[in-house]
């Protein structure tokens, strides 16, 4: 019967447990040995919290803790540190990361304000006579402004709040149905009340920033002007090409210095440490880069207009018009600009995120390849005594796996390996006058050494100096291998593990007794050092390569195969050789080498196979993805995005655009002029909008973001996906003229002449 209900916080609500004490359930219902003391989990509720001393005395017993309270307040770095332990590499990937979105944070409010600005713009522009009005009775040039900017107040405002609740509602909509799906990604909905007022608050100081360009405008032009025309008088805009120019100026400036800085300093310490200042200049230039183009677009438009005559009627008309209303035409093009700008940022810093993701891969074995244990290690009963392993046979791992996958199975192979770490009793006051390897335990674990100036050269914080170095390349040249590096075969199973055959003289190399290397870094004068090392003991200066005491040590004659890939073993020996050495060689892994990556449901299928083979629940199926199963279709998603972001930017311009210009295709209709022409105008427009707006902005996102990634270092070669940039220059403004010629109505609604026109 049920006494209660828990909660568990590793598990979604939908999946069910049952929690039962030691004795309520036979072992032959559970059809598996009992658990070991080790892998029992004990809930402890008290009045005062587990400190992290207490931590630290639990540790030293082989007991791990997890503890609200040390998770809350952790403590000092110095407190976390081991005694004689390597200090923990630090990274600038965090700093990489914080900048990309700290330059996606910046354009996509300078986006937002330039939207609204567009939208304020089109509307200040239709309230110019009933602003004049005001203007004639009295008022001044502030509260002619203020009327503007209380506009931009009120409806910033609405906007913040129901993009709040929209965003709230949204998250609080994933969160849920990813619980409901059985996901314990996601611990519940907490939603971050400062962030979200923090961003509500930057929100709307861009609409009010927005409105402000408008509101001046109109507060600036003359009542008596206005009361005549009902339009602003139209300057030259020279002093805003001036300024636009200057801006841009300053923002190459900060753009090259920022550069210059980040690669000034050839030591990666320092690099990491002047970060934040590189980030910073590179994107405030950036931002500024966008100011500038805004500015200038007005002279660019003049400059791009002036020689139409060539064209077609329905062209030089928007060219015509785009020049007359720069009003209208700049805010559109700006807000088609920043959006451009943001979209294009995204996908060179995620290509470039990407090429880091690339070279940086760490292969576990090659692409579709897995290894399968043929030997499977049981838990210690509840009085501490061992059981013996789980041994099964290649051909029933083989079988199993063949009828779950079917035509997926390329091939297998039997992969034979020295003896692996088994039965040894690790561990705080272990008994080392007990040999490292008896008749039916074992305590070693073999490695390669590295001959001394091999190692790769890293700064005194763990940084790699230089990337490019062939000490800091290939296989295990940067990591420990693990207790199955070494293997033991031929040529046939080198070329099946490495992808690589082995010529003449390093089969030769394998039969006299060497060993075949993968890496190029663990050889010195044609010989190679194979380590012996005790698990159970721990090296005086602990190395993240040689944690343990070396027993042993056997200088190898060796030749270099290197792999397709850098996958991570140190490289094969004969049996032969392998017996000399007493390394008690036998059957270790089933390679399986598939024709392509499985599905989830192949997955699933090919895991209960393996574990009906292994008795054992909890076997899993992982095969090596590569660095190409989710890179293409990822792109192409942002590059889909980027362009939604665009489209919608220059659809809300290019619809504020045509509401503004409805006089004139009305004006355009009363003289005869037919709705093919209006509608081509209308697709012309928009056509000359985003296409310019789409250009500067992928010119104005695409460097800075360059700058970037090479300063922060996210990758070692930047990448620019120029077929998605270009796949977005073409296909915004494409779109966007298709959608106005779309919607532009064939007739127009008769309306009422205004007074005074």
């Given at each position: ?693 789409t250009l500067l902005g992928c010119s104005a996102g695409a460097l800075p973001a360059v700058l970037i990634a090479s300063a922060t270092g996210m990758s070692a070669s930047v990448d620019v996906p120029w077929l998605h940039l270009l796949a977005l220059l073409v296909a915004v403004p494409l779109t966007g003229t298709f959608l106005a010629w779309l919607f ?14």
């Open positions: 019967m049920p006494v209660g209900t828990l909660r568990d916080a590793n598990a979604s609500d939908r999946n069910s447990y049952i929690f039962l004490r030691d004795g309520q359930v036979p072992d032959s219902v559970l059809n598996q040995q009992p658990g070991s003391a080790q892998a029992v989990s004990y809930y402890l509720v008290g009045p005062e919290p587990v400190t992290w001393s207490l931590v630290r005395e639990a540790n030293s017993q082989g007991v791990g803790v997890l503890s609200r309270s040390v998770v809350l307040n952790p403590p000092s770095a110095d407190q976390r540190a081991i005694q004689g332990a390597p200090p923990p590499q630090r990274r600038s990937d965090f700093m990489a990361l914080y900048a990309t979105f700290g330059l996606m944070a910046a354009l996509a409010l300078l986006e937002v304000g330039l939207l609204a600005g567009a939208a304020f713009a089109v509307g200040a522009k239709r309230q110019v006579r009933e602003l004049a009005l005001l203007a004639a009775s009295g008022a001044d040039s502030p509260t002619v402004r203020s009327v503007v900017t209380a506009g931009g107040l009120w409806l910033g405002g609405i906007a913040v709040l129901s993009g709040a609740a929209l965003g709230l509602c949204s998250a609080a909509a994933v969160v849920h149905w990813v619980r409901f799906m059985g996901s314990p990604r996601f611990p519940g909905f907490h939603p971050d009340v400062p962030l979200t007022l923090v961003s509500m608050v930057m929100g709307l100081v861009c609409c009010i920033l927005a409105a402000m360009a408008p509101a001046n405008q109109v507060a600036r032009q003359a009542a008596l002007g206005a009361l005549k025309s009902g339009r602003a008088p139209a300057g030259n805009g020279k002093r805003t090409s001036l300024a636009g120019a200057a801006l841009l100026l300053v923002a190459g400036g900060l753009l090259a210095t920022g550069w210059l800085l980040g690669q000034s300093a050839a030591d990666p310490d320092i690099k990491a440490g002047q970060l934040p200042l590189v980030a910073g200049l590179l994107i405030a230039g950036a931002v500024l880069a966008v100011v500038g183009f805004v500015l200038i677009v007005g002279w660019v438009i003049v400059v791009l207009t002036a020689r139409t005559d060539w064209l077609p009627l329905s062209v030089r008309l928007a060219a015509r018009d785009s020049t007359r209303n720069r009003g209208r035409t700049i805010p559109a093009v700006a807000a088609v600009l920043a959006a451009a700008t943001l979209a294009s940022a995204a996908l060179v810093l995620l290509a470039s995120q990407q090429a880091g993701m690339r070279e940086n891969h760490y292969w576990n074995a090659l692409e579709n390849q897995t290894f399968l244990p043929l030997s499977i290690e049981r838990p210690f009963l509840a009085d501490g005594s061992s059981q013996p392993p789980v041994d099964v046979e290649a051909a029933d791992l083989s079988s199993a796996l063949t009828g779950a996958l079917g035509s997926s199975v390329a091939w297998t192979k039997m992969i034979s390996a020295p003896a692996y770490v088994r039965n040894c009793a690790f561990g705080p006051g272990s008994d080392l006058s007990v040999p490292a390897r008896t008749a039916t335990s074992n305590c070693l674990q073999y490695s390669l050494a590295k001959p001394p100036g091999n190692e790769c050269p890293v700064t005194p914080q763990g940084r790699v100096v230089n990337r490019d170095d062939w000490r800091c390349r290939g296989s295990l040249a940067q990591s420990p291998g693990s207790q199955s590096s070494i293997m033991i075969g031929d040529a046939e199973v080198i070329g099946a593990v490495l992808g690589r055959e082995a010529g003449q003289e390093a089969l030769a190399v394998l039969d006299a007794g060497g060993m075949v290397v993968t890496n190029p870094v663990f050889v010195r004068d044609g010989e190679t050092v194979l380590l012996a090392q005790d698990v159970r003991t721990q090296a005086e200066q602990p190395d993240p390569y040689l944690m343990h005491e070396t027993v042993s040590s056997t200088a190898l004659a060796a030749a270099v195969v290197e792999p397709a890939e850098a996958v991570p073993y140190y490289g094969f020996i004969s049996e032969e050789t392998a017996q000399r050495l007493g390394m008690q060689p036998g059957p270790a892994e089933l390679l399986v080498q598939l024709n392509r990556h499985p599905s989830a449901a192949e997955a699933d299928a090919a895991a209960a196979a393996v574990a009906a083979v292994y008795q054992q629940p909890r076997a899993g199926f992982w095969v090596e993805p590569g660095i190409s199963q989710e890179n293409p279709w990822m792109t192409w998603s942002i590059v889909a995005l980027s362009a939604l972001i665009t489209f919608s930017a220059a659809g809300i311009t290019a619809g504020l655009s045509l509401a503004d210009a409805r006089p004139d295709h009305a004006t355009l209709a009363a003289v005869g002029a037919s709705p093919r022409l209006r509608k081509g105008l209308a697709g012309s427009q928009a056509l000359l909008t985003s296409g310019l707006g532009t109505r064939a007739r127009l609604p008769a309306s009422r002449r205004a007074v005074g026109i």
